[in-house]
Structures are given as C-alpha cells and as structure tokens.
C-alpha cells in the first residue's frame, strides 16, 4: 500500500442527483503511465479533481502519495496538473506565466528548459493572449512539468499539438516514468496511446469498465486476430482444413482471415504447414480502439 502513487476504493461522486463517479476502485504505482479513457461525461475530469482535492468524493476512500486529498494536502507540490481547458492571463508572456507558478513550486531554474523542452523558446516573450491553440497547449504542459512532479494528472494533454509535438510530448512521458514518475493521461485518442501506455483504464457512465494492460485486455475481450496473407496457387487446400471459427475473404492472391484469439497459434501452424501456400504474412491484434468498443457494448461482463 505505502508504494502506491493512488489508491482509490469505492470512490463515488455525485452531483446532486447526477452520477459523475460510482463506485471506482483502482491504483496507480510509481513509473506508470496510465490512460483513463471514456466517452464524454464519463467522469474522467472528475476523478482527476478528486485525486487533487478539489472535489470531496461521496462515498468511499482514496489516497494521493499517502495522503488524503482532502485534508491539508501537503504532497499537492509533488503533483503536476494540465486541466482540459488551460486557461492563462492572456496579457502575461509565457516566461512570466511559467516564472510565476515556478516560484510557487520553488522550481525557478526550471523555467528556461522547460520552455525550450515544448518548443515555446522563440514565443517565450510574448504575451500569451497572441498565441494559438496549441502553444497555450504546450504551455500548460511546461507548467504541469514543473518540479518533477511524483504524479502528473493531465486531462487531454495531446489536444492541439501537431504531430511531431506529440512524439516529443511521448517522449517526455517515457522520460518521466523512467524517473518513477505516475502519469495518468485521460485522452480521446485511442490510437495514440496504445504503444505508449502501460495500463488502460475504461470509464463508462462513471463506473470503471475494464483494467488492464492493453495486453490483459485483449485476452479479455478475445476479439479477433486478423491476418493478411500473400498466397498462392495450392492456398484453397490450406483454406479447406482451416481450424473452426476462423472467417475468410479473399481477392487475387490476398486473403484476409479474421480468427479467435485463442486459436491464433493453431491457425499460424496450420498456415506452416504448407511450406510454400503463404507467401507473406501480416498479423493484426485488436486495436484499442476495437477494445473500447467491445468493452462499451457490455463485453466486460
Ligand atoms: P469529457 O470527456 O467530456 O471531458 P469526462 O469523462 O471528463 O468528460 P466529467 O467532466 O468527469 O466527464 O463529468 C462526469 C459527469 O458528471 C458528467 O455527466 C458531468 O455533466 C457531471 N458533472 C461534472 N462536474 C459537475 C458539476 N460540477 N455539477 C454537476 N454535474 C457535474
């Protein structure tokens, strides 16, 4: 229990008659990187503001780097936080901005690199008022960064980045995490996260539907390998001793099979066994994207 980074044990909160959160029990241990995902209004900001103390839950108990959030929160210093909205005094320039939650942090050295890390160095004195999306973006990721924070909390942190600032975004997670950092990251990009998170967590009208590595998800779910193949002229005798369960669809010289997940290994021997039917072979597991689904239909259960 004390390595735990968060502990959450039936945690609920409602808003009046609204369920935002019910009932959610997971924890988080030092070096994740964590994606809370869910359709919008599934209670991901909500369990952020709770992990931060900014709401008090309704029932149930958590634990923030040992503490409970919402008594005299002294480890709130060692959390870094990007709200979904960033919102900064638009008549300040980056430089003060950052300065000034530096100070707060006892982190002033921080500013210049952190600025340069998120590509904000040339803008770093202009006022922030001028800037676009995505620099407001890069700056409220430069404050969340700020003191090497043991938990980082950032609510859609990718949203307006442009590509090569979200690999380098990636990048500083990795490097974070190394460091035994905690990140959870709620996002709507499935795709994006799926190389890059250790651990899944599925939000769905404010209950938690599934928790896992993307790993242990999919041997949850067994949904569908497919596989591509390159094939030639002696594949219809492969085709007819395919091991039950698995679909085919073919058109010159591809075909593509959609097999249990379980029987992957069997139908990867089968394919063997010719020596020459498949030419070339592409496997596919199930995307996050796929998992999500399954998981929203109700698979979970
Ligand atoms: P999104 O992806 O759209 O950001 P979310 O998963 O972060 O959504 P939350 O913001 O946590 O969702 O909201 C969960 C539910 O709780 C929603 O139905 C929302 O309307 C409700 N809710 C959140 N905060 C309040 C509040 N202060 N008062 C009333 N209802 C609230």
Redesign the pocket.
Known sequence: MADLTVSLRGVSRH??R?I?VEDVSFSLEPGQTVALV??????????MKLMLGLIRPSGGTLSVLGEDPGRGFGARREIGFLP?NVAFNPSLTARELLGFYARLKGARSEVGPLLAQVGLEEAANRRVGTYSKGMRQRLGLAQALLGSPRLLLLD?PTTGLDPSLRLSFYETIRTLGSKGATVLL?S?ALGELEQRADRVLI?HR?RLLADGTIGELRRLAELPVRMRLRVNGSWPALEAALPPGTEVTRSDGIVDLACPAPRKMEVIRHLASDGTAVKDMEITPPSLDELYAHFLRGGGE
């Open positions: 808003f009046g609204q935002a869910g359709h919008n209004g599934a209670g991901k900001t909500t369990l979904e859609e709620s709507h939000m404010g």
